[in-house]
């Protein structure tokens, strides 16, 4: 079975643009959820979506947005960047959002340059 | 708040020598406790996840134990290709899982 595929792997924008970063979750599972890792504050929950409802959000501004789409892929957006932004941004599934404590498993991750 | 803290930062092992790593946690009503293997680059890659105190998991040179306040992550005998980042995490409240910061393992041949 094919694992989480993320796209692009890497990337490069200035300032001010925005970027899109897609996640094709594991065939089967419906929860699809996206974590920022820098060096200095490890790895940071974003969204988690599950049948294409956000059903929980973590601390960051509302410049950082995403969506799941009725096939359970998920994509996230980043408008007005900032250097701040630079990051491995990792994406992961799981079969099911019922009950936190279900095993999640990691893509290989996108890395964001903001110059 | 639910919090993970993990120690060391950074380990450093001959090949093996035998230690262990720690995570310690603060949840209310623990739902799992996982641990996942990160190479640099990569996205991390899951090792096991304990559930109850008591319980004990192992693969391969890897061993993982829990207690009601914190896991250990025991490697025996480690070679220079365990060498990675391991990174712990519980479920928390309104988040998938709470990540700590990571133990950074070296085995030098």
């Known amino acids: 079975k094919a694992g989480v595929t993320q796209t692009p792997r890497y990337l490069i924008k200035t300032r001010g643009q925005q970027v899109t970063l897609s996640c094709s979750p594991i065939s089967g599972h419906r929860s699809v959820s996206w974590y920022q890792q820098t060096p200095g504050q490890g790895l940071q929950f974003l969204f988690e979506y599950f049948s294409e409802t956000q059903r929980n959000k973590g601390n960051f501004p509302g410049r950082f947005s995403g969506r799941q789409f009725s096939n359970s892929r998920s994509e996230m957006n980043v408008s007005t960047l900032e250097l701040g932004d630079s990051a491995l941004y990792l994406c992961?599934?799981?079969?099911?959002?019922?009950?936190?404590?279900?095993?999640?498993?990691f893509g290989p991750g996108t890395r964001l340059l903001v110059l | 708040e639910d919090q993970v803290t993990q120690s060391p930062e950074a380990l450093r092992l001959q090949e093996g020598e035998s230690s262990s790593l720690n995570c310690s946690y603060t949840?209310?009503?623990?739902?799992?406790l996982f641990w996942y293997r990160q190479d640099p680059g990569k996205g991390p890659e899951f090792l096991f996840t304990?559930?109850?105190a008591g319980e004990e998991k192992e693969k391969e040179r890897l061993k993982a134990t829990l207690t009601k306040k914190e896991s250990f992550l025991h490697i025996t005998a480690p070679k220079p290709e365990d060498s990675a980042t391991y990174l712990c995490a519980v479920p928390g409240g309104n988040t998938p899982l709470v990540f700590g910061k990571g133990t950074r393992l070296s085995v030098i041949a």
């Open positions: 949840v209310s009503g623990l739902r799992g």
């Open positions: 992961a599934s799981s079969t099911t959002q019922d009950v936190h404590g279900e095993t999640q498993y």
């Open positions: 304990l559930y109850s």
